[in-house]
């Protein structure tokens, strides 16, 4: 299962990474063509960060399911919640207004796929180490 994880994950992280440059570089004419308002150019920039954490953390939320670790993967989610429900607020709050709102969205899809990685690189790592022992592939 540890290459599946492996394989998996590099290609969702290069088709990731593609789509979201593109969508950082292309953010006026997507503005521009798709909502006619090339002055949200900007916001639309920076929700290719959200692309990105997004689509990671998903992947890594079903790895967590398929090893059977739902406990973990809620843990995960609520933690993605409870950032943006106190970070997107209180960065309105303090006169950032809708920039705040979209920031504290997206910094809560990315420290919850962080999270969702390291417990992936844990995993992977484990599993490394329990091959070599005995020449069992786990």
């Given at each position: 299962m540890k290459e599946v994880v492996v394989k998996s994950?590099?290609?969702k992280l290069f088709i990731v990474s593609v789509i979201?440059?593109?969508n950082y570089l292309f953010a006026l004419e997507l503005s521009t063509i798709l909502a006619e308002r090339p002055e949200l150019s900007y916001y639309v920039s920076l929700t290719a960060v959200l692309t990105f954490s997004t689509a990671l953390m998903n992947s890594s939320l079903s790895v967590i399911t398929a090893l059977g670790r739902m406990k973990l993967r809620?843990?995960?989610m609520v933690m993605q919640s409870l950032v943006k429900l106190?970070?997107?607020p209180l960065l309105v709050f303090v006169g950032l207004g809708v920039l705040g709102a979209l920031l504290g969205h997206i910094v809560s899809y990315v420290v919850s796929c962080a999270a969702g990685l390291l417990v992936i690189l844990n995993y992977i790592r484990f599993?490394?180490?329990r091959e070599g022992i005995g020449g069992r592939q786990t």
């Open positions: 994950l590099t290609l979201s440059v593109m809620s843990s995960i106190l970070l997107s599993r490394k180490s």
